[in-house]
Structure formats: structure tokens, C-alpha cells
């Protein structure tokens, strides 16, 4: 080999899937929507749609989150050794504000694979704390799905998922669905905890209850 030749090896840039800061005019981070929610910043945008091999847990805070017209999606079941869908966020503290100040994003659980017991990811799951939909300002419509079940004796998972210590408050239209592939009619939002709903805002693909 020629001595005076110099191998150069190009990296590939890594994907930024999100941008974050104090507000939407000043997003000074970027990086994994991961690393994004551990910032625990007052504001997330969005930079491209997003696979979550791991669910995100929301534990304290203040945060807005813009979809910004992207979607957000949980991994399904691999096998019958993890057969389970991921849902993607789960609201166990703080409080949530989801937005799209473009419209068309989305929230979708992880679909469960065949297993003794499986179980699909929800859309979005309020444990503790609070979810807002909609800022008051932004008008972008979304949809939070239920993850799919695995064949046709098994449930499928609700869009959005209220604890008992949750509180949803829905300030704008947006669509919900629940999971499909299994035999019985499941709910597209199940609550448990505190509903400010405006059914008038909310399109449901299954029960709301």
C-alpha cells in the first residue's frame, strides 16, 4: 500500500429526533427524545418520528411536547421470551402538555407477539400527574392508538390510559383509538382517575369510559 495515502473514514451523523429548551423560539439542545425527557426542559420539538425500544417515564416537571407533525412509537413484542409491546410515554409525575403545532402526529402503543400472556403497549399512559392536550393556542389534531393484539382471543390496548392519580385535561380536538386484532370491543380511553373531557373535541375509535 502506498505510504502516502491517508484512509479518511467518514462517520455518519447520528439522527437528531429531537430539539429542546426554555421555549419553542429558544431550543438550544438536541439529541434522542430520551435524552430530551431527562432534561426535563420546559419545551420538546420533535425533529423526525420516532421508534421507542424503551417506554419514557415522565416523573417531574413541566414540559410541553410538539409533535410537530411527527409520530411516536412504541416497539412491538420480539418473541415468547418478550412478547410485550412498549407503550411510549408514561406520565408518573409533573405534568405533560402534548401539542402539534403542525398536525397529523401521533402517539402509537407497541403490538403484542403470540405468547401464553402477552400484553400490548397503551397509547400514552397517565399514572400520577397531569396530561394536558392542547396548550389552549396550538390546534394541530393528533391521535393516541392502542397497541395491537397479538390474534384474535387476546385485548388489545387502549389510546390513553388514566390512573387513578391522573388527571387528563383536554383542551382541543383530537382523535384516540384503541388497539385492533382481537374479539372483543375495547375502550379507546380507559380512566380511573380525573377526565376534563370535552367529548365534542375528542374522536374515539372504541368506548370512552
Known sequence: MDSNVVKVTVEEP???EAKWGASASNLTNS???SAAFAASPAYIQLQ?????????TV???TT??????KTITGAAGIDANSPNGVTPITVNGGT???IDSVGGGGITGGSAVTAPISTPGYGLKVENGALNIGDGTSTGNFTLTGGDASENDEIAEAGLYIGSGGTVTVNQ???VKSGSNCDSY?????????????SKAITATGEIS
Open 186 to 198: 375495547v375502550n379507546a380511553i380507559s380512566s380511573y382517575g380525573t377526565f376534563n373531557g370535552n
Open 96 to 98: 405533560l402538555t402534548l
Open 14 to 16: 447520528a439522527v437528531i
Open 173 to 175: 380536538a383530537f382523535s
Open 64 to 69: 410541553i411536547l410538539n409533535l410537530n407533525g
Open 48 to 56: 423526525t418520528s420516532v421508534m421507542l425500544n424503551e417506554g419514557i
Open 31 to 33: 439529541g434522542t427524545l
Open 59 to 61: 416523573l417531574s416537571g
